[in-house]
Every structure is written in structure tokens, then in C-alpha cells.
């Protein structure tokens, strides 16, 4: 099925130690985001890229970093986690010259930092 | 972006309408209203969105005030899975600095009852 893909579901990281996030989108999506969703909160725009090559920060970047090779994937990488980094991490693409919708998101990576 | 504010919590009897109310008094001219959904820590699900015409799709209804300042989502009639986390965003379609990005706030946390 056409969507977006999050690996792995869940992990759980040592502090300090690094991982991938990998997102992968088939509908051919330019924009593409990194949120994180903390207990009982909204969703935080951590990263995001409006196409192969350009990316940009969100309101909380700190901790991350992204790349984006290619139109289908955009992989968040996490060097030195840290407890902080406990959340859920969701991947979401969408097509700009939709109307309005069209944001689809993944089912989201729960991460847990001891 | 313009914020919203939207109620904690709100209950519905399975099979009655559901009205989820948003105010968005600061929306700019060019900024639709968006709700999505989440359901259990799911990935957010789009529902629906407009820009000043009441809008209806097979999932639910949006009626936006004439001045835009605030809307109301209806779920005609709600089942238990309806349960979930509604959230009301403001945003504009594409481009421009903001670039789609979503700012998520609080939401309000529907629960159906039989």
C-alpha cells in the first residue's frame, strides 16, 4: 500500500549511544517532515525538507540531524541520545500542489533512552 | 501561523453527532483550517479542511464562521472508534516560508460512549 513507512517501530537506546530513524514515502511526496510527540503533547516539527537536498530546522532540531539523498527517503539520525529523546517520532510527506491535503503520516518509531 | 484553541475534552453517545468546536480568531486571509485525528498514538489521520466554505467529505463536516474566527467539525454520527485526539490547525495551503509545516497544539480528546 502507497504511504509512509517508519523502521523500526520501537527501540530502546542506551545514553549516549546513536540510531537512524528511517522514513520512506512512495507517492512521490517533495516535502517531507520529522514531528516528535511527548506524553499527553502535541506534535513538534523537528525537521523538515522541501525536496532531494534541501532540508531546514523545526522548532526543537537540537539532538538531530536529517539528509535527504533522495525524494523517497529522509532518515533522522540521533547522535548522543540522550533521556530527553524519549518520545514518539513521526515521519510525514505531502505533496505541495495538492489542495490542502495530503499530509500522510507514518505510524511512528517509539523510542525510549535509558 | 495562526493559533487555535480548542476544548480539553468532550464526550458523545455512540450515534449522536459529535460538535468539536475551534476558535482561530487570528487566521490570516491565505490560512485554511485543518483537523486531524489521532487515534491511540497513531499517526495523526487527515479528516478534512477548508478556507471559507463549509465543507463535507465521507468522514465528517466543517462549518467555518463567516468571519473565519472560528469553526466546528461535526462527526454525524459517532461511533466508538471515533475516540481519539481531534486537532484543529490553521495553515496556509503551500509554499511560502511556513512551507506546509503543521503546528500542532493540544487538541481536544473525544470519547464516544455506548
Known amino acids: 500500500n502507497a504511504g509512509v513507512t517508519q523502521t523500526p517501530k520501537f527501540r530502546i537506546l542506551k545514553i549516549g549511544q546513536s540510531m537512524t530513524l528511517q522514513c520512506a514515502q512512495d507517492?512521490?511526496?517533495?516535502?517531507m517532515y520529522w514531528y516528535r510527540q511527548d506524553p499527553g503533547m502535541g506534535l513538534k516539527l523537528i525537521y523538515y525538507s522541501v525536496g532531494a537536498g534541501i532540508t531546514d530546522k523545526g522548532e526543537v532540531p537540537n539532538g538531530y540531524n536529517v539528509s535527504r539523498s533522495t525524494t523517497e527517503d529522509f532518515p533522522l539520525r540521533l547522535e548522543l541520545a540522550a533521556p530527553s529523546q524519549t518520545s514518539v517520532y513521526f515521519c510525514?510527506?505531502?505533496?505541495?500542489?495538492?489542495?490542502?491535503?495530503?499530509?500522510?503520516f507514518g505510524s511512528g518509531t517509539r523510542l525510549t533512552v535509558v | 501561523d495562526a493559533k487555535t484553541t480548542q476544548p480539553p475534552s468532550m464526550d458523545c453517545a455512540e450515534g449522536r453527532a459529535a460538535n468539536l468546536p475551534c476558535n482561530h480568531s487570528t487566521i490570516s486571509g491565505n490560512e485554511y483550517v485543518y483537523w486531524y485525528r489521532q487515534i491511540h498514538s497513531q499517526g495523526p489521520q487527515y479528516i478534512i479542511h477548508g478556507l471559507k466554505n463549509n465543507e463535507t467529505n465521507e468522514m465528517a463536516s466543517l462549518i467555518i464562521t463567516e468571519d473565519r474566527k472560528s469553526s466546528t467539525l461535526i462527526l454525524p454520527h459517532a461511533t466508538l472508534r471515533d475516540t481519539a485526539v481531534y486537532y484543529c490547525i490553521v495553515n496556509p495551503n503551500a509554499g511560502g516560508t511556513s512551507y506546509g509545516k503543521l503546528t500542532f497544539g493540544q487538541g481536544t480528546i473525544l470519547t464516544v460512549h455506548p
Open positions: 510525514a510527506s505531502r505533496d505541495p500542489s495538492g489542495q490542502g491535503y495530503g499530509y500522510t
Open positions: 507517492m512521490n511526496h517533495n516535502y
